[in-house]
């Protein structure tokens, strides 16, 4: 699973890496709001399980307090239709953070 996966730039260096040590990657999710990056990447990876949608909106969680005070105030639910089956199924996320323009 990828988040903020644009053209899948981290992913192909880490389904190197695995290769290189005698793995295979199946890439099962994939997130990005530009939907142009989000089709590279699915036709590059092969993700069975593309979405534009915010990342925010792919779990329902409350959280109160903070640092070490900071609690669930229930157990966070995957609301995705399609995804709740990754829950406890998914061995590694990668997420870099949300790239910016910067202006020339």
């Known amino acids: 699973m990828e988040l903020f996966c644009g053209a899948g730039g981290l992913a192909t260096?880490?389904?190197q890496a695995c290769a290189e040590l005698?793995?295979?990657?199946?890439?099962?999710?994939?997130?990005?709001q530009d939907a142009g990056a989000l089709a590279v990447y699915r036709a590059n990876h092969e993700t069975t399980r593309p979405t534009t949608d915010s990342?925010?909106?792919?779990?329902?969680?409350q959280v109160r307090?903070?640092?070490?005070a900071a609690r669930f105030l229930y157990p966070p639910e995957t609301v995705k239709e399609?995804?709740?089956?990754?829950?406890?199924?998914?061995?590694?996320?990668?997420?870099?953070?949300?790239?910016?323009g910067i202006p020339i």
């Open 82 to 100: 399609g995804w709740k089956e990754l829950a406890g199924s998914v061995d590694v996320v990668l997420a870099g953070p949300p790239a910016k």
């Open 22 to 32: 005698g793995l295979r990657v199946s890439s099962e999710a994939a997130v990005d």
């Open 55 to 61: 990342v925010s909106t792919l779990v329902d969680y």
């Open 65 to 68: 307090g903070s640092r070490d």
């Open 13 to 15: 260096g880490f389904t």
